[in-house]
């Protein structure tokens, strides 16, 4: 399950900032990965698409600085979204 | 004052996908009208318009940058690059890029990105909307895109005025340059607006064709809606000169004005005003206009009214006009109409050949000038005029010379 949400979000941050996957580690920085604003939102909204969950904005629970942090954020929101649909069932 | 010349030109619409190819078109009085073919037509009752088929965008932009690109800002782009080409302008190294200016006529915008968007949330009830939305749909995406493709820095913009846009746009160009605000300028229209929201808009208000676009003809049934752009090179006569440039007409003078009356009807009155103002900044006396490129919707409405505000500007000047309406062949294209229509203006000046009337079939007694029906005429042309007349009564009018 892991190893699937991370490849997956490495492979939406490279091809949404065009970036060399191979450049991309769970240690490397959104910042270090020099990636403009406007590719950032982008990378949010692919991720909110494919997983069908929403990133918070801004929040200090969340890690949204580093590659690895974004991979812990939405596994624990696919986390918490999977609770709640137990509860509903 | 500053004679200002236009020494580029550049257009996409459903008669070509080049100024070269929709001038060819328009001498062949070829119409690109036809069955929709890019959007659903399910829902419409109207079902034919003016499209540009047969366009693959990723011919003219990579994957990544498309991404930023509404439709109207695509054919803005196309039709900006083969204008500059055409022109040999440089804008970098030689200070021009600050003194040159970008001013876009576009009726509405980021249409397709907009009918999208709701799509996906009002239809899919999907609550996620793309991030480049805003930066796609906003109606002065087109005239920003091409400053930063061209490197331009000077004061650029979006004018909207519906059907006329693209004619203020190159009013404010002409008078941006005489003025000596700018020395040159990237100015024109572009409209994308076949999307089944706006279609079935037009429909509403009852003016839209179900066969096809017959300007001034007896039994014309309406507009259809057509899309492109129209962009030009702008710049003083004398830089051309210096620079050996291929002067392909002189824009000469611009005149505009305001009904102040209804809303959507066209008012003869208003739009005689516009056509005095053009031809008085030109210094044009009546007798000295060969071909006036008309506004010609194919609407019972406006056929008859623009004839009578060009008999009240002409007088008996008015029987030895040639008058035609292109829009029979490349639709009516909104915010770009004026803009594409420009391209036969200059074809007429430069080639001395009038682009006819397509579809045109019998005479309508309220519409008593000389069409060029169906067929191109061999003519010199030594000055013309150019209508666009918009919904909200806003009219806006250029007038041009053969280059001497």
Not at chain 2, 347 to 374: E, H, K, M, W
Request: proline residues 3%; negative net charge; charged residues 20%.
């Amino acid at each position: 399950m892991s190893d699937d949400v991370q490849n997956k979000i490495f492979d939406i941050i490279a091809k949404e900032a065009s970036l060399d996957r191979a450049r991309i580690t769970r240690d490397s920085t959104l910042k270090d990965l020099q990636i403009p604003s406007l590719d950032m939102v982008q990378i949010f909204f692919a991720i909110e698409d494919h997983f069908n969950i929403n990133l918070p904005d801004q929040s200090a629970d969340f890690d949204t600085e580093s590659a690895g942090g974004l991979v812990d954020t939405v596994e624990r929101l696919l986390a918490e979204k999977a609770e709640k649909e137990k509860a509903k069932a | 004052m500053r004679r200002i010349v236009i020494t580029g030109m550049g257009c996409i619409a459903a008669i070509g996908h080049t100024a070269t190819a929709c001038w060819a078109s328009m001498r062949e009085g070829r119409s690109g009208i036809g069955p929709l073919v890019n959007i659903e037509t399910e829902l419409l009752n109207v079902r034919i318009g003016a499209e540009v088929r047969g366009y693959d965008p990723l011919a003219h932009f990579d994957e990544k940058r498309l991404a930023l690109l509404d439709r109207v800002t695509q054919f803005a782009l196309i039709a900006a690059r083969e204008a500059v080409a055409q022109s040999g302008i440089a804008f970098a190294g030689n200070g021009l890029s600050g003194r040159t200016a970008v001013v876009i006529g576009t009726g509405v915008g980021g249409q397709n990105t907009l009918d999208d968007s709701y799509r996906r949330l009002y239809m899919h009830n999907n609550p996620r909307c793309h991030p480049l939305t805003i930066p796609r749909l906003m109606a002065n995406a087109p005239a920003s895109h091409i400053t930063m493709e061209h490197g331009i820095t000077g004061p650029s913009f979006a004018v909207a005025s519906a059907c006329s846009s693209a004619n203020h746009a190159v009013a404010m160009a002409l008078f941006m340059i005489r003025s000596g605000l700018a020395d040159a300028a990237v100015a024109g229209g572009t409209e994308a607006c076949i999307t089944v929201g706006t279609m079935k808009g037009w429909e509403a208000m009852r003016v839209m064709a179900t066969d096809t676009c017959r300007p001034f003809s007896r039994g014309r049934r309406g507009m259809v809606l057509g899309e492109g752009a129209g962009i030009f090179v702008l710049e003083t006569l004398e830089n051309a000169k210096a620079r050996g440039a291929v002067i392909l007409a002189e824009l000469a003078g611009a005149g505009m004005s305001s009904d102040a009356g209804d809303i959507v009807a066209p008012c003869d009155l208003g739009t005689a005003r516009a056509i005095e103002a053009a031809l008085a900044d030109a210094g044009l006396a009546t007798d000295a206009v060969d071909y006036v490129n008309a506004h010609g919707t194919g609407t019972t409405i406006n056929d008859p009214t623009e004839t009578r505000a060009i008999r009240r500007v002409f007088g008996a000047d008015a029987d030895r006009l040639a008058v035609s309406s292109t829009k029979s062949m490349h639709g009516h294209g909104l915010g770009a109409a004026g803009a594409i229509e420009l391209v036969g203006v200059v074809g007429a000046l430069s080639q001395g050949i009038i682009p006819p009337t397509a579809n045109f079939t019998d005479r309508d007694p309220d519409c008593d000038l000389d069409y060029v029906p169906n067929v191109a005429r061999e003519q010199l042309v030594r000055a013309a005029i150019s209508n666009s007349f918009a919904f909200g009564g806003l009219n806006a009018v250029l007038a041009l010379k053969r280059a001497a």
